[in-house]
């Protein structure tokens, strides 16, 4: 029987300018949160929310996920409203989403590495800075490329042109790092290589429709990295 080829890898670290991390779901397990948030919320309304949604839900950011949710589920609530109601309820949540195994690694290998790196996220500035705050290895990501600071949120790539452009690096010269198809579509359509982190909630073939580096963990996807 012939050898499965290697799957691929997207080459050592060194050979990129720069390293762009999702946040939610991908350093630190917020998707949870994120969905037990939203619940409440429609409970209060008197409303339900089925598990399904955490699937149609995950990566989205506000605005897709209110449309979502108004067209699907039957929202009633002015953005503002949803917003506010949201927010509230999961800022108190975040700081106690434990961070995803390797997280720090990943963070402590860029900086030795002597490679910029930063954020970039479709939540809100106020979840971002709660959700990081507990980690040490957050302070070495600076820069924090959130939903506010653009025009439209992921898929669409501006977040992540944004980011290179603070960084001073073409997006193409960067490595990314999410765990949503929709983030990765945004990556990919910056130009970057994306490595897509399934943590067993994406099939790893529909994953590789949108990137061909497919990772299981934050581990697998270092390993590739450091040439292990």
């Known amino acids: 029987m012939t050898p499965m080829p290697p799957a691929p ?10 390293v762009l991390f999702d946040m939610d779901g991908t350093l630190v397990d917020t998707e949870h949160l994120w969905f037990e948030a939203g619940h409440d919320l ?35 609530l002015t953005r503002d409203e949803y917003v506010e109601r949201l927010l509230d309820n999961l800022e108190a949540r975040v700081p106690t989403a434990a961070a995803r195994d390797g997280a720090g690694d ?18 809100p500035r106020r979840i971002v800075e709660a959700t990081l705050a507990p980690h040490a290895w957050a302070r070495d990501l600076e820069l924090r490329v959130t939903i506010e600071d653009v025009p439209a949120g992921k898929p669409s790539p501006a977040s992540y042109q944004l980011a290179a452009q603070h960084l001073g690096v073409a997006p193409t010269r960067c490595l990314v790092l999410e765990d949503s198809r929709v ?15 399934t943590f067993g909630a994406i099939d790893p073939g529909e994953a590789r429709r949108v990137t061909p580096w497919v990772a299981s963990d934050l581990r ?9």
């Open 106 to 123: 990943w963070v402590d290998r860029t900086v030795a590495a002597g490679l910029p790196r930063a954020i970039v996220s479709n939540s």
């Open 42 to 76: 429609m409970l209060e309304l008197g409303l339900d929310l089925p598990d399904v949604a955490l699937d149609e839900l995950h990566g989205l950011d506000l605005d897709a996920a209110l449309q979502l949710l108004t067209d699907r589920y039957g929202l009633r």
């Open 9 to 18: 890898t997207p080459g050592p670290l060194h050979a990129f300018d720069a």
């Open 220 to 228: 697998e996807a270092l390993a590739w990295v450091d040439g292990g």
């Open 183 to 197: 983030g990765a579509r945004a990556a990919v359509a910056a130009g970057a290589t994306c490595v897509l982190v």
